[in-house]
């Protein structure tokens, strides 16, 4: 209960962190617009462009939602800019009109891009967890009648010989299965670890 505890407000606090680069790096290019001249044409351009930055971290973040909340924010913020310079449908102020839709089409392809991709690592994660789930049930029962039996066989031997001994041996590493296969069966979430190489394997002491 506390690793899961602990795991949820971790989980809580960097996704607060998260919200609070976007509306910073949101504000100072909204600030920077409006300190910075007029007459600076392209500089304006290159701030504009810089909003994706905010928009994309949004989406990928957190997904549909948390992108088109970003550019519907960056709209807001970036109007004020549009109508203080407005100059009666100059070609400049369409630029700045379909930027505008830009930001919020954007953010919704790349938000539902990234939904997608969230729900297939979810499905993976859901069809490896079932896998476990069933290996280790199937081990289960044979494992239970194998050290049942290696028990009872040792008890045919006198304690200190060298087949009593030897069944020791192989009733301690059965138990050590057993509680292998007892942590794979209560996983619910699963976390990978470095193996061999670059290969990865399922972390069996992760929460």
Excluded: C
């Amino acid at each position: 209960m506390k690793i899961k505890i602990g795991g949820m407000m971790a989980k809580k606090n960097s996704k607060g962190m998260r919200m609070i680069v976007i509306m910073v790096l949101a504000m100072i290019i909204t600030i920077l617009h409006f300190v910075t001249q007029q007459n600076y044409y392209y500089g304006h351009i290159v701030l504009r462009e810089l909003y994706f930055l905010p928009i994309i971290l949004g989406a990928f973040w957190f997904g549909v939602k948390g992108g088109l909340a970003t550019s519907l924010g960056i709209s807001i913020l970036y109007l004020p800019h549009v109508i203080i310079h407005w100059q009666n449908f100059a070609p400049n102020d369409l630029d700045k009109i379909l930027e505008i839709l830009l930001f919020n089409v954007v953010a919704a392809v790349l938000g539902i891009l990234r939904n997608r991709e969230k729900r297939r690592e979810h499905e993976k994660r859901e069809a490896i967890l079932a896998l476990t789930g069933t290996v280790a049930h199937e081990l289960n029962t044979p494992l239970q009648v194998v050290l049942g039996s290696s028990q009872l066989l040792q008890d045919d031997f006198e304690a200190g010989s060298v087949t009593y001994e030897d069944l020791q041996d192989i009733i301690k590493n059965l138990k050590l299965i057993r509680q292998i296969v007892k942590k794979i069966s209560f996983k619910d979430r699963f976390s990978l670890k470095a193996y061999v190489g670059k290969t990865k394997i399922v972390n069996l002491d992760s929460g």
